[in-house]
């Protein structure tokens, strides 16, 4: 079980637009940022959204970040079928004296 | 450009131990934090430890505190893993990732590709 709410599978069709959740809670989400990460079938995870909504260079505007409260949202239009992977949220979280990394469950984003 | 390359993965018996450790190249590597992430077969992403630029602050997850030790050597570009006491839920990929230049990582990248530890008899 995951400190990271995320929905395991979301769909849609090529050129639609899909958002992914990550729910938290005032120990993690509420009070750090929220960065994305891609994991493409057998590769290494990358990211994508850093500080809530911010992309990092090479990553295109179809990508888009957001926060509200402990809650965030990857959002992705213009859908490929290259942006078939796994989407992972994360952020710190300071429940714990020293603290801890948190990843959502992670989300497979299937393009039909 | 920046890189970063894992290895010392392989199979371990439990109750074995495993160093891993992670060369990088293309950037200041004594300016940023470093992690480690696992991902275990078809399972999803894990943080295991994280480590400041100086060696100042370090964050372990429950599941291996107390097993696993963090450290690097700012003179090699280099960061490492040691990993006691392994057990069968231990297996999966691990990834060395770069973080921020704050104390505690507020993202990850890039990743390495990753080395596979099997704990297995």
């Known amino acids: 079980q995951s400190v990271l709410t995320q929905p395991p599978s979301v769909s849609a069709a090529p050129g639609q637009k899909v958002t992914i959740s990550c729910s938290g809670s005032?120990?993690?989400?509420?009070?750090?940022?929220v960065s994305w990460y891609q994991q493409l079938p057998g590769t290494a995870p990358k990211l994508l959204i850093y500080?809530?909504?911010k992309r990092p260079s090479g990553i295109p505007d179809r990508f888009s970040g957001s926060k509200s409260g402990t809650s965030a949202t990857l959002g992705i239009t213009g859908l490929q079928t290259g942006d078939e992977a796994d989407y992972y949220c994360?952020?710190?979280?300071?429940?714990?004296?020293?603290?801890?990394?948190?990843f959502g469950g992670g989300t497979k984003l299937t393009v039909l | 450009e920046v890189q970063l390359v894992e290895s010392g993965g392989g199979l371990v018996k439990p109750g074995g131990s495993l160093r891993l450790s992670c060369a990088a190249s293309?950037?200041?590597?004594?300016?940023?934090?470093m992690n480690w992430v696992r991902q275990a077969p078809g399972k999803g992403l894990e943080w295991v430890s994280s480590?400041?630029?100086?060696?100042?602050?370090?964050y372990y997850a429950d599941s291996v505190k107390g097993r696993f030790t963090i450290s690097r050597d700012n003179a090699k570009n280099s960061l490492y893993l040691q990993m006691n006491s392994l057990r069968a839920e231990d297996t999966a990929v691990y990834y060395c990732?770069?973080?921020?230049?704050?104390?505690?990582?507020?993202?990850?990248?890039?990743w390495g590709q990753g080395t596979l530890v099997t704990v297995s008899s």
């Open positions: 990732a770069r973080g921020g230049v704050a104390a505690r990582p507020n993202w990850f990248d890039p």
């Open positions: 293309g950037f200041t590597f004594s300016s940023y934090s």
């Open positions: 500080d809530n909504n």
């Open positions: 005032s120990s993690n989400i509420g009070n750090n940022y």
């Open positions: 994360g952020t710190w979280d300071s429940s714990l004296s020293a603290g801890h990394w948190v």
């Open positions: 480590i400041s630029s100086s060696s100042s602050y370090i």
